[in-house]
């Protein structure tokens, strides 16, 4: 009986098991995890370090760290007292000059013309005149009637008459026929230099105002009223955040994950729960020698919690 019960028993447990369906496993969904190879620094597409070509007294700062700038716009006055004073003689020297080329080119008016006619006929009676008293003292000496010092003295006052006669018929001359070409050479010259002093000084007084030179945000205003500060020393820091950049680099078997015109991720220590995109600009084809791996170029989508210098991650997107 009991050889009975079992063998019923294992019949039993052979159908249920050959009936039983098996269990369907639950499919997880895929997930795909962002591989980071490149890292590089965040980078402004245009920035710069504001300093003058001279040493001077600060008098206003126009502008605060976080302000927004337009180009052109005014950012540090320095004092314009000594500029201003440089500008004023220049322009002053300058028209002289342009006075005496045009009236060199516009000739003698009529009544020069006949004061120099009056002048030269003036000398020319003088000088007659002279000659014929040096020629009486010549005969007189010639019979020992005077002394050899009448005699010198008349000769001088022949050689004096003769070379003010000589220079007012040179100036008659000159407002009859008008200036030598290399006089007029002269005048054109001395103009031309003093235009370019003018130019010089006005770029100076210019100086004086620093302005942005782009669009951007100031990021550094170390300057301060009344202080005076020498040559090239940073005034203002200026950052153009509207395209960021980052230049990444990686080994060779990371940078073969890249190229042109591709998109990436990218994300920073400071928000690593956030992914910011961007567009692969340039693939480096060499070696650094220093760093051991190739530089790959970034332009990152505008975001305004980014930061230059912000240590960036670069992956591929899928």
Not at 186 to 210: F, G, H
């Amino acid at each position: 009986m009991k050889r009975i019960i079992c063998t019923a028993l294992i019949c039993i447990l052979v159908l249920t098991g050959c009936s039983a369906t098996p269990v369907a496993k639950e499919q997880q969904p895929e997930t795909t995890i962002p591989v980071y190879y490149l890292a590089g620094r965040v980078q402004a597409s245009e920035a710069a370090d504001l300093s003058v070509p001279f040493t001077g007294r600060v008098e206003a700062v126009l502008t605060s760290v976080g302000q927004a700038v337009k180009a052109g716009d005014p950012l540090v006055q320095f004092d314009i007292s000594e500029a201003s004073a440089q500008v004023k003689v220049t322009r002053q020297t300058l028209a002289i000059a342009q006075a005496t080329l045009e009236k060199a080119r516009t000739g003698a008016r009529p009544e020069q013309l006949r004061q120099a006619e009056a002048t030269a006929k003036a000398a020319k009676t003088a000088l007659d005149n002279a000659r014929k008293n040096l020629k009486r003292y010549q005969d007189l000496y010639n019979s020992d009637a005077i002394p050899l010092s009448q005699l010198e003295t008349a000769q001088g006052q022949a050689a004096s008459a003769e070379a003010a006669f000589k220079n007012a018929d040179e100036a008659l001359a000159i407002l009859k026929n008008g200036e030598t070409q290399a006089y007029m050479v002269v005048l054109e010259k001395q103009v031309d230099q003093a235009e370019a002093s003018v130019a010089a000084t006005e770029a100076v007084l210019a100086n004086r105002t620093v302005k942005a030179p782009f669009d951007g945000i100031v990021v550094a205003c170390p300057a301060k009223a009344g202080e005076t500060y020498s040559y090239q020393t940073t005034l203002v820091s200026l950052e153009n955040r509207d395209r960021l950049t980052v230049d990444a680099y990686g080994p060779t078997s990371a940078v073969n994950h890249f190229k042109v015109g591709q998109k990436v991720k990218a994300r920073v220590a400071e928000q690593l729960d956030k992914e910011i995109s961007g567009t692969v600009t340039w693939v480096g084809n060499t070696v650094d020698p220093k760093r051991q791996d190739v530089l790959v170029k970034i332009s990152l989508a505008p975001e305004t919690s980014l930061m230059a210098g912000m240590f960036a991650e670069i992956a591929p997107v899928q």
